[in-house]
């Protein structure tokens, strides 16, 4: 991968001046708005750094660099400016937190230093965050695991939740949410520490008792407290502490947060949740989600209006108009196409014993013990863990065979 600096000035002489003078140097390209830059950004992922001037029309490059800072989180912001007085400089320091800064005219040996600076900033900062997203995938798929063993429908409800989040980001064109992912898959996580009988109690929708249901209310605390002491975790831990809370601020937890400054992922993960909870219940997503639209002090509107085109619509972004109703004249079902035999293709099905279960395997059917515990829910790959636990259980009190599962084959 080569990367590439994109240069942002409405000066369209200086972007070609610039290009003339770094040719061969770095591979630059140029966008003559904050708008065009945004939409540059989203097209690939070859960008190590951004150099964006200050006074630019309807979006300067304090807002720019402020965006960027949010949706792309590992490219180095860099600000150029002919004014560089105290206020700018604050302003651009806190809310995008900017790499260096440079006075136009920028001094072409200054330029070149600084931009080669901000290559090996973006090197180090991309070589951290793999190195992080490796480390927290495998803790976050261990405690998925133990989420598993401990209540299959819990994990079930964390792994739809999760599954959701990736494409409701998309919408607010966040391409590096992984403390909002790892927050999805560990939600629940404060949950399964009640007792089972309460747990069951509230999933059959029985009446609780003003301590019980304050228990359901208060689990978020026990899974932030507990993924607040793993390191780098704390934004995790902040997103599941709030994911209960209502967005005039009412509600658990007890503090003053309210509207958007509940973090988004509490706000969505609240939306997802009680999403869920309503399909459950019998109602289609479009019936929950336009009920949800109703409650604004509850749930996020812009939010559910998220939730809604990306699950339902797949609309490109938020703020684009959504129907509240799918008319049917206007649905076309697209013509089948066969899968091209170079993508990973699945084996045919294998109905198999405890032993000749390995690590990989796709469960198409329940994976149940002989006293009629529900081990594993069809459609989960088969991980270590998990592999490990059946096995153990068909030691001591058998499974349920054969057991139909199939394996990813390599293209």
Avoid: C
Wanted: aromatic share 4%.
């Amino acid at each position: 991968m080569e990367s590439k600096i994109l240069f942002v000035d409405d000066n369209k002489n200086l972007l070609e001046s610039v290009q003339r003078q770094l040719r061969g140097k770095f591979k630059i390209e140029t966008a003559t708005s904050g708008a065009i830059a945004l939409e540059t950004l989203q097209s690939s992922e070859d960008f190590v750094a951004i150099v964006a001037d200050m006074r630019m029309p309807e979006m300067d490059g304090v807002e720019l660099l402020s965006r960027v800072k949010k949706g792309f989180p590992n490219i180095v912001r860099i600000m150029l400016t002919g004014n560089a007085d105290q206020n700018t400089a604050i302003n651009a320091i806190n809310h995008g937190q900017i790499f260096r800064f440079l006075n136009k005219p920028a001094d072409p040996d200054q330029l070149v230093a600084v931009l080669n600076l901000a290559q090996e900033q973006g090197r180090l900062i991309r070589a951290e965050r793999e190195l992080l997203n490796n480390t927290l995938s495998g803790v976050t798929a261990v405690l998925g695991d133990v989420i598993g063993l401990l209540d299959t429908g819990t994990f079930e409800l964390s792994q739809l939740i999760r599954q959701h989040i990736g494409s409701v980001l998309k919408q607010y064109n966040i391409v590096d949410g992984w403390d909002i992912e790892v927050a999805a898959s560990l939600s629940q996580l404060g949950y399964l520490t009640l007792p089972q009988e309460l747990r069951q109690k509230n999933e059959a929708k029985q009446p609780l008792s003003e301590e019980e249901q304050k228990l359901i209310l208060e689990h978020p605390q026990i899974g932030s407290d507990f993924v607040s002491r793993l390191p780098r975790l704390s934004s995790v831990a902040e997103i599941i502490l709030n994911q209960n809370k209502s967005f005039d601020g009412s509600g658990f937890p007890y503090n003053d947060l309210k509207g958007e400054q509940i973090p988004l992922g509490s706000r969505l993960i609240k939306i997802l949740f009680h999403l869920a909870q309503s399909t459950a219940d019998g109602k289609s997503q479009l019936e929950a989600l336009n009920d949800m639209k109703t409650q604004k002090t509850v749930f996020d509107p812009e939010g559910v209006e998220a939730v809604r085109a990306a699950i339902v619509y797949s609309a490109p972004h938020v703020g684009e108009p959504i129907p509240d109703t799918v008319p049917i004249t206007n649905i076309e079902v697209p013509e089948a196409k066969p899968i091209p035999s170079s993508e990973p293709v699945f084996s045919e099905p294998l109905k198999a014993k405890v032993k000749d279960l390995e690590v990989g395997h796709i469960s198409l059917s329940e994976i149940k013990g002989k006293s009629g515990v529900l081990i594993q829910a069809p459609g989960r790959e088969i991980s270590a863990v998990t592999l490990a636990r059946i096995k153990s259980h068909h030691a001591m009190i058998g499974v349920i065979e054969p057991i139909v599962v199939v394996k990813k084959l390599k293209s």
